[in-house]
């Protein structure tokens, strides 16, 4: 009976990692890149290889920026795929990796924020790891409790008791309870690499 239940949480998560780490680039593909002396040369080297085609909609002239944010793209789109995959305890290890895109994602909006800058200009800054769906008002807020109100209180930074603040303070002490935050996560995600047992 144990045979049959064997790998049945995370037998479908195993085989895409695994041809995830078969896709990687190997020393062969580097010498190759080094050699390109356009970006055409390294779109057209990288689509013999397991990132296909994610530069074939791409018009010419091809820029770093560009490669970037499409390379970005396909790392989150295979990190969701991943997440939503998922079980405990991998599910939640996966949440505490996002926290920190969050935290710095709220750090840039505030500060952007701050400096009077529009909305529309921060979010296309914003790690797309680090999105949610009440980033955008973000703005709206003018003291701790509306940002709290507003943006905070559904995502996991809102679980923190250090929100319990007077409203008098300043929008800008929030970077530092961030910044606490920050250090709490990156705390959670070592205890929790270390209390996981290995299997």
């Known amino acids: 009976m144990h045979e049959i239940l064997f790998n049945v ?6 085989g895409l ?3 995830f780490k078969c896709g990687i680039l190997k020393v062969a593909d580097y010498h190759n890149l080094v050699q390109c002396e356009t970006l ?9 290889t397991d990132y296909g085609n994610f530069l074939a909609n791409e018009p010419s002239p091809l820029t770093v920026s560009i490669i970037e944010d499409k390379l970005r793209e396909k790392l989150v789109t295979e990190f969701i795929h ?3 995959q998922a079980v405990e305890p991998l599910s939640t290890f996966l949440d505490y990796i996002t926290y920190s895109y969050m935290i ?3 750090i840039l909006l505030i500060t952007g924020t701050l400096h009077q800058r529009p909305i529309s200009e921060l979010i296309p800054k914003c790690h ?3 999105s949610f769906d009440q980033m955008e008002a973000i703005h709206i807020a003018s003291t701790p409790a509306e940002l709290y109100n507003a943006v905070l209180v559904d995502t996991p ?8 603040i007077p409203s008098t303070i300043p929008l800008w002490s929030i970077l530092c309870i961030c910044e606490v935050e920050r ?17």
């Open 157 to 164: 930074l809102g679980e923190t008791e250090q929100w319990c």
């Open 9 to 14: 949480d995370n037998g479908y998560l195993e």
């Open 82 to 84: 991943i997440r939503n």
């Open 40 to 48: 055409e040369d390294l779109k057209v080297h990288l689509q013999s």
């Open 104 to 106: 710095d994602n709220i």
């Open 17 to 19: 990692i695994r041809g």
């Open 128 to 130: 797309p790891l680090g």
């Open 183 to 199: 250090a709490r996560v990156q705390k959670h995600c070592v205890d929790f690499r270390v209390c996981c047992p290995a299997s």
